[in-house]
């Protein structure tokens, strides 16, 4: 017993209070609780990808020989191959164990403690878990009620000291973009800008161009959405060329698996049949809007990634993404001063909008009666 508290007693103060970061359940674990199958869930909640990896994927993961040896400590090949994908310098690209991890190197290197980040909420929860690992303090700078950036308060905001600022771009979960000439308004300012581009490939904007004229701008990009390799675990992030050099001395080494880098070279080669798929996904996500601009309970907010934020008016969103758990359809729900009473629904197939969809016209007989 004396042992266990002089270990908690020995735990850096601020990590020991932190709220940790509550992700959702894996499809293993929901279909357990709920006592169906795997394949009977409809899993909307991480906006993955419903088509999967692309075969070649699966084919090099089965044939590669090598899982007994440590990957290129300097990620080479995968490097050039993604490096010609977005058009920069290999020397620019560091790889990593999916973009989160790239933007947790993001905030080690610019956040000591007491430093101020700066945040625009509603927005990825991960940045505000990073700034309490980090021990720095947030200045939270809430968007628009159109979701926009407050712009001249986030400003304010570099002005007054916060070294860095992360901005999603799609936005999770409110799914708009960052205009190009606001990142150039606030690249101006003497801070860090992490551009996290995770659903890019869903709008075909990328700002990847902007990081070589701008020695304060890292855009960070994943494999996850567009490319099906969530589970694989497969990011990347580009950097202004003296700040690579030091991404290298500060990351852990072999941060990139073998497969992870398989995967990636084998989704490059096959990037049309992805490509394909996005498409496919965009288009659906049309389509559920329409539908569920139909429900006049539901507000949905137009999108440019692969999932919908809706306004909940009248029940709870909490009670709403209680009762479609119910039936195996798993969303996310948001309550919070900037995203009071939300949903946000993934894009999958359509067979899928077409069982949300008929599961919320149920949950929606009950409203208003
Ligand atoms: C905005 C945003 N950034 C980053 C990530 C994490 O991506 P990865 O799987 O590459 O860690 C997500 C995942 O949902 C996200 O929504």
Not at 206 to 212: E, N, R, Y
Request: glycine share 8%; hydrophobic share 45%.
């Amino acid at each position: 017993m004396a042992a266990k508290r002089d270990a908690l007693r020995l735990v850096r103060p601020h990590l020991a209070a932190m709220p940790g970061y509550k992700p959702m359940d894996s499809i293993d674990v929901v279909a357990g609780d709920l006592g169906v199958p795997e394949d009977r869930i409809v899993k909307l909640d991480g906006n993955e990808n419903p088509y999967g990896p692309s075969p070649k994927v699966t084919e090099a993961l089965g044939g590669f020989g090598f899982y007994h040896l440590y990957p290129d400590p300097e990620q080479r090949r995968v490097r050039e191959a993604v490096a010609e994908y977005v058009e920069v310098d290999a020397s620019q690209i560091v790889m990593g164990n999916g973009s989160d991890e790239l933007l947790s190197i993001a905030a080690m290197l610019f956040l000591s403690p007491g430093d101020a980040m700066a945040n625009a909420p509603p927005t990825f929860g991960v940045y505000t878990f990073l700034s309490h690992v980090s021990d720095a303090r947030i200045v939270q700078v809430e968007r628009n009620e159109d979701f926009g950036l407050d712009l001249p308060a986030l400003e304010r905001a570099l002005d007054d000291g916060a070294k860095l600022l992360f901005i999603a771009s799609p936005n999770n979960p409110t799914g708009n973009c960052l205009p190009r000439e606001q990142l150039e308004r606030l690249l101006a300012h003497d801070a860090m800008i992490v551009v996290d581009e995770a659903y890019a490939e869903f709008t075909g904007e990328s700002f990847v161009d902007m990081v070589t004229e701008h020695d304060n701008l890292i855009v960070a990009r994943t494999f996850s959405k567009w490319a099906g390799l969530a589970g694989l675990r497969a990011g990347y992030a580009v950097f202004p060329p003296a700040l690579a050099e030091i991404v290298w001395n500060v990351k852990v080494p072999f941060n990139l698996t073998v497969a992870a880098e398989q995967a990636i070279l084998a989704s490059l080669e096959d990037r049309d049949w992805l490509h394909k798929n996005v498409a496919l996904i965009a288009a659906e996500r049309e389509r559920l809007f329409s539908r569920l601009k139909d429900l006049p309970w539901l507000r949905p907010y137009p999108s440019q990634a692969n999932f919908i934020l809706c306004e909940v008016r009248g029940p709870a969103a909490k009670g709403v993404r209680d009762r479609l758990a119910e039936q195996g359809i798993m969303v996310r729900y948001f309550d919070s001063p900037g995203l009071r009473n939300c949903i946000r629904i993934s894009v999958g197939k359509a067979e899928h909008s077409d069982r949300v969809i008929e599961a919320l016209k149920g949950i929606g007989a009950g409203v208003g009666k």
